[in-house]
C-alpha cells in the first residue's frame, strides 16, 4: 500500500524529516495519506517530543501539497530545478510543521 515515516531525527533540535508514499495509485484521493500523515505527526509530537517536522515535495504534486496543507505545513522555501521529471527541471518545495502551530 506505502508508507508514512519519520527520518534524518535530529534529537538535540526536536526535528524530523517526514515523509509517505502511497504506491497503489487506486488507493490515490481516498484520505488514505491524509489519515497516515495526521497519525505520523501526532507521534511524533506527542511520543517522540519533537518540535518541527519539515516535508519536500516536487513541485507538480499538488495533491501531495494539498494533502500536507491540509495538515497544517507550510511552505517555507524551494530550491529551483531540482528534479529532472518529464523532460523538465523541476522545484522542490520544503514544507514544515510546528507542533505549536
Known amino acids: 500500500m506505502g508508507f ?6 535530529d534529537w538535540q533540535s526536536h526535528v524530523a524529516v517526514s515523509g509517505s508514499v502511497i ?7 481516498k484520505g488514505i495519506g491524509g489519515d ?8 511524533a509530537f506527542e511520543v ?10 516536487i513541485a507538480d504534486n499538488s495533491p501531495s501539497l494539498a494533502m500536507l496543507a491540509k495538515a ?5 522555501g524551494r530550491v ?3 528534479y529532472w521529471k518529464r523532460g523538465a527541471y523541476r522545484d ?5 510543521l510546528h507542533r505549536d502551530g
Do not use: C, F, H, M
Request: no cysteine; glycine share 10%.
Open 4 to 9: 508514512s515515516g519519520l527520518r534524518s531525527i
Open 23 to 29: 504506491g497503489r495509485k487506486d488507493l490515490w484521493n
Open 36 to 43: 497516515a500523515v495526521r497519525v505520523r505527526n501526532r507521534y
Open 48 to 57: 517522540l517530543g519533537l518540535r518541527l517536522l519539515i516535508a519536500t515535495v
Open 72 to 76: 497544517g505545513y507550510t511552505e517555507v
Open 80 to 82: 529551483p530545478e531540482r
Open 92 to 96: 522542490q518545495v520544503i514544507l514544515a
